[in-house]
């Protein structure tokens, strides 16, 4: 770009590093305001300046911090537009009207008849940006110049005209079960001819045979995913995927021989293939009954919306990097607003160990942590568990926007390599990691207290044994949950005098100090109006008050970080704990015996209630009681702590028959101390 000597600008197209950079108006130069008096004026196209305003009469004198102007374009209808870049890269845009005075930077802040008359101008360019981005086999960089105007909006304003223009730019697909298909399917080009042999029914099928994480191992032969032609079968290696966020991914495969684009739709916690989505057939062919709710669940205004939204916020990164082609993989973790406890063990977790495990060759993915800063490696850092990932984890990547431009800059295919089975060898793992100094001597000095009292039903020279407590305060939970771990304490106190009661509820994140953002966070908890630790920690102030005196043990491990909590589970006899994710803890990791209690609703009608037991989810299980759902009164009208799904029987709080559940559970820890006094396997003393 050369400038005359009034300022003027000849425009070309500029290429940096082979990728195509905006042109003309778009990318100058220089900065597009210069600063005059301390306030900025635009740098116009045709020469000169104009005043900038951030609101009528007010001169534009500062920026947020870290952005900075990068672009003008002097209108889509009746508005300007004023790109910036940001931290990392991200893109935003200034609404100007035609007096320079700044409107906002979202369509929300636009008075209604200029949104509108906006949308009306941007629909056409919208129309052709989406259509060769999202549908042609080898999208043009042409495209690029064609919409240029568009690449200024940023992602976020992008999304929303998408959104807002809705079905005049791309239709909810219809969605077919694969085995309802015809046996051959005619579908269009994005040229408007059709495919000649059309689309199988048998390749369609076959593509869902082999799950994605099966495919995904198998590409660390070659660093390559690839998936059946729909055409003939043909295996297709992968263009490149649409990240969309980090629970929802579009891989892109295109049969260049017959003009065919489609994507594979994966999410769900266990990444799977939902369906194949044809874009220029508007169909969705999903694999089942399952995948199909889920569909609807994940992509409620349809995967061809989400697809062409994306599509148009990030079409200046897509095209060179769908040019370019995969360079890697890279597995990303869920950021900070979706990791859970329990899901990052069961789906995360045992999908690096699976795949380590099994890996076909040396292209082992990097694995992203997404807002590593915020302490989301609940189970600690991931290289501790797996020393075989060292130097492959990325944790400079605070956001979705951030991963976005990072994985198409380097040509990275993303992936979600999941599981769900914790095997013998993850739980080795895991509690290979966790010191259990500290525990062992407290339990060492609470014996020494002791002495060898042992109550009417210890087995033998059994010493008193150790028991987990674990809470639930959110809602699924019973309506008097302090005033039934009282009783409870009070009635392992007079049958096993001398026992240790550990109660285990919320942890903090490793390395964190007690302080709010430090805790580990309940889904939803926004919504309460106390803090679930809160009302943990008064639970066991009200126990140890009204326990005072008697031969009993309290301890806790609220707010300590998930390593005090293991490191008590592991030195634990068996638990008694409401279903939930401190299963995760007790069971996954530690496979401890134990009583599970939970609403008549979970215990006799929920999909989900053995995770925690069932050889399919984890290896060698040992006994887990659930409670018997007779014991059991739901009580769907009773408060909840955090309201959530109210009109969810599964989410319902519930009391429970104490006299039927204590004898169940007092039955219970006799059995696990006599098998544990028949084996040998009492309890280990510290030091051992």
């Excluded at 993915?365 to 797996?386: K, Q, S």
Aim: hydrophobic share 45%; aromatic share 6%.
């Amino acid at each position: 770009m050369q400038e005359m000597a009034d300022g003027e600008l000849v425009h070309h197209t500029l290429r940096i590093d082979g990728a195509l950079k905006m042109p003309n108006d778009l990318r100058m130069a220089r900065s597009p305001v210069v600063q005059r008096d301390g306030a900025y004026h635009l740098r116009l196209p045709g020469g000169g300046t104009a005043p900038l305003y951030d609101q009528p009469g007010l001169a534009a004198r500062s920026f947020l911090d870290g952005w900075s102007p990068t672009a003008f374009h002097p209108g889509i209808g009746p508005l300007r537009l004023l790109a910036f870049t940001g931290p990392d890269g991200a893109r935003a845009c200034w609404f100007l009207d035609q007096g320079n005075v700044r409107l906002g930077d979202s369509l929300t802040d636009l008075p209604p008849e200029v949104a509108g008359a906006f949308l009306a101008a941007a629909c056409p360019m919208l129309q052709g940006l989406v259509r060769e981005v999202m549908l042609r086999p080898r999208p043009r960089p042409s495209a690029l110049e064609a919409a240029d105007a568009l690449l200024l909006l940023g992602p976020l304003v992008c999304e929303q005209a998408v959104e807002a223009i809705g079905d005049d730019l791309v239709l909810k697909p219809r969605m077919m079960l694969v085995d309802k298909l015809s046996p051959t399917i005619s579908i269009d080009t994005p040229d408007g001819n059709q495919v000649e042999a059309g689309i199988d029914r048998l390749h369609i099928q076959s593509g869902f045979a082999v799950t994605l994480q099966d495919r995904l191992v198998a590409s660390t032969r070659n660093g390559v995913l690839t998936w059946p032609s729909p055409v003939n079968g043909r295996p297709l290696q992968v263009q490149g995927c649409l990240y969309l966020d980090d629970f929802r991914l579009a891989y892109r495969f295109a049969d260049t021989i017959h003009g065919l684009v489609f994507y594979v739709i994966a999410s769900d916690h266990l990444c799977r293939a939902l369906g194949i989505y044809f874009p220029t057939g508007n169909l969705l062919v999903v694999k089942d009954e399952w995948s199909r709710h889920l569909s609807d669940v994940y992509f409620p205004d349809g995967v061809g919306r989400r697809i062409a939204s994306h599509c148009a916020a990030w079409a200046q990164e897509l095209v060179p990097y769908l040019a370019r082609g995969v360079q890697g993989t890279a597995s990303i973790m869920r950021g900070p607003s979706g990791a859970h406890l329990g899901h990052q063990l069961w789906n995360e977790l045992t999908g690096m160990e699976t795949l380590l495990t099994h890996a076909a060759g040396s292209f082992i993915p990097e694995w992203i942590v997404a807002g590593a800063g915020e302490g989301v490696e609940f189970w600690g850092p991931i290289e501790r568990l797996f020393p075989e990932l060292e130097g492959r984890v990325n944790r400079t990547l605070a956001d979705d926007a951030g991963i976005t431009a990072y994985l198409y800059a380097k040509g990275l295919c993303a992936a979600r390599v999941t599981g769900e089975r914790i095997s013998a060898e993850l739980r080795r793992r895991l509690q290979a990691s966790v010191d259990t100094g500290a525990a062992r001597h407290r339990l060492h000095a609470l014996r020494r207290q002791t002495g060898k009292a042992s109550g009417p039903q210890m087995p033998g020279d059994m010493p008193p044994p150790v028991i987990l407590l674990g809470l639930r305060v959110e809602n699924r939970t019973m309506t008097d949950l302090a005033g039934f771990c009282i009783r409870l304490a009070g009635l392992i106190a007079r049958t096993w005098p001398g026992a240790v009661l550990v109660v285990d509820g919320h942890n903090s994140r490793e390395g964190g100090t007690g302080v709010h953002s430090s805790r580990i966070m309940s889904h939803g908890e926004v919504l309460a109006a106390h803090t679930p630790l809160s009302i943990e920690q008064a639970i066991v102030v009200q126990m140890r008050a009204a326990l005072a005196g008697l031969p009993i043990h309290i301890e806790d491990t609220l707010d300590q970080p998930i390593g005090a909590s293991l490191a008590w589970s592991m030195l634990s006899d068996c638990f008694i704990s409401i279903w939930g994710a401190s299963l995760a803890k007790f069971r996954w990791v530690c496979n401890k015996p134990g009583l599970a209690v939970s609403s008549r609703a979970n215990l006799l009608h929920r999909d989900d209630l053995h995770i925690y037991d069932q050889p399919r989810y984890m290896e060698d299980p040992t006994r887990l009681l659930m409670a018997d759902p007779a014991s059991v009164t739901d009580e769907p009208d009773a408060p909840r702590l955090v309201p959530v799904a109210l009109d969810n029987p599964f989410f319902a709080n519930f009391r429970v028959d104490e006299d039927r559940l204590f004898d169940q559970f007092r039955a219970f820890v006799f059995e696990v101390m006599t098998e544990a006094s028949l084996n040998g396997a009492a309890t280990p003393p510290p030091g051992t």
